[in-house]
Each structure stands twice: as structure tokens, then as C-alpha cells.
């Protein structure tokens, strides 16, 4: 063929036929040891991918359950929380009710001491009062006898006092 003229020798050709045969080959080659790897590879990832969704599915149903759990305890707490709530409404009622009663009695017992101590009181009044009008009592009747008494009266009286003195030393 002449020079300068564009089209595919046959060299070219020989060499295109040669490159495709070698790649050919090389692929049968490749296909040959690299079939079971990449089979092994693509059949654990797709077991490796299946276990990993079926431990996701199992994580999922664990997490619906305590999801469901958590549910019921928020629930439970709820009415727990209700009833502590009347626990210790019921408590401060009675606590109300105990220092009420408590206080009654304080009362009660404040009033029987004030009675108490009003009656002593009274009682010492009247003691005091009584002292008082005896002590006046002979006051009064000393100045009666003082006025009355003559000189004569109080000898005999001297000497009766003397005489019972005596009386009672000689017993």
C-alpha cells in the first residue's frame, strides 16, 4: 500500500486479533481462579448483609418491646404517682386530725389545771380571809376586854393561869 494513505494495515489487523486472543484468554484466566473468590465474596456479603438485617429486625423487635414496657411502666407511674399522691393526702389528713385532737386535749387539760389552780387559789383566799378575821376576831375582842376587864377580873385571871401552869408541871 502506499505511503500516506489512512486505512488498517494488516499488522494492525495481527495485532488487533493478537490483543483480543491475550485478552481473552486473560479473562478466561481471571474468570478461572478469580470465579470462586469473587462467588465467595458476593454470597458471605449477601449472608453478611442478611444476618445483619436480621439481627437489625430482632434489635427492632427488642426495641418495640421495652418501647411497649416502657409504655406500661410510664403508666404504672402514673398511678403510682396517684397513689402516693392520695397516700399522702391521707396521711396529712389524719396528721391534721391527730394534732387537732391533740390540741383538744391540751385544751381539756389547760382548763382542769386553770380550774384547778383557780379552786387552790380560792382555797388560799379564803384561808388568808379566815387568818385575817380571827386575827381581827382577837383584835377585837382583846379591846373588848381591855375595855371590860377590871383590875380584880385580871388578878383572878392571873392567878387562875398560874394555877393551871402549875397543874400541869406537877403531872
Do not use: C
Not at 23 to 47: C, D, H, T
Not at 51 to 75: I, N, P, S, T
Not at 102 to 110: F, G, S, Y
Amino acid at each position: 500500500m502506499a505511503e500516506g494513505v489512512h486505512g488498517i494495515t494488516a499488522s494492525q489487523i495481527k495485532n488487533l486479533i493478537w490483543w483480543t486472543v491475550n485478552f481473552l484468554a486473560l479473562i478466561i484466566i481471571l474468570y478461572k481462579l478469580l470465579k470462586k473468590p469473587i462467588v465467595n465474596f458476593f454470597v458471605s456479603r449477601q449472608e453478611k448483609l442478611k444476618k445483619e438485617y436480621e439481627e437489625l429486625l430482632a434489635k427492632k423487635r427488642v426495641a418495640e418491646a421495652k418501647y411497649v414496657e416502657l409504655q406500661e411502666k410510664v403508666k404504672n407511674l402514673k398511678e403510682e404517682a396517684e397513689a402516693i399522691y392520695r397516700s399522702y393526702v391521707e396521711q396529712g389528713l389524719k396528721e391534721r386530725d391527730k394534732i387537732l385532737e391533740e390540741a383538744r386535749l391540751q385544751v381539756e387539760r389547760i382548763k382542769e389545771q386553770t380550774q384547778l389552780f383557780i379552786a387552790q387559789e380560792m382555797e388560799k383566799a379564803k384561808q388568808s380571809l379566815r387568818l385575817e378575821l380571827a386575827e381581827e376576831a382577837v383584835k377585837l375582842a382583846e379591846e373588848i376586854l381591855r375595855q371590860r376587864i377590871t383590875p380584880e377580873d385580871q388578878r383572878i385571871l392571873f392567878q387562875e393561869f398560874v394555877e393551871n401552869i402549875k397543874g400541869r408541871m406537877m403531872h
